[in-house]
C-alpha cells in the first residue's frame, strides 16, 4: 500500500486557515468587523482558498 500523495490544495488552505487565525489573535483591528490593511488580504487568501477546496469536495461527490 502506497501512500497518498499530499493534497496541495489541502495544505494551502490549512495554511491560509492557521496564518488568518494567528493574525486576527495578534490584531484587535482584525477582531472586529473590518480586517486591517494588513489582515484584509490574509483572510482574503484564506477565504479563496476555503472556496476552491470546499467546490472540489462537492465535485468529488
Known amino acids: 500500500m502506497s501512500a497518498r500523495p499530499t493534497d496541495d490544495l489541502f495544505v494551502r488552505y490549512m495554511r491560509a486557515f492557521q ?15 473590518t480586517p486591517c490593511a494588513e489582515g484584509a488580504p490574509i483572510h482574503e487568501r484564506f477565504a479563496r ?10 465535485q468529488q461527490r
Not at 496564518?19 to 468587523?33: I, K, L, M, R, W
Not at 482558498?49 to 462537492?58: E, G, P, S
Open 49 to 58: 482558498l476555503q472556496d476552491a477546496y470546499t467546490a472540489r469536495q462537492k
Open 19 to 33: 496564518d488568518s487565525t494567528e493574525h486576527t489573535a495578534a490584531c484587535p483591528t482584525c477582531q472586529g468587523e
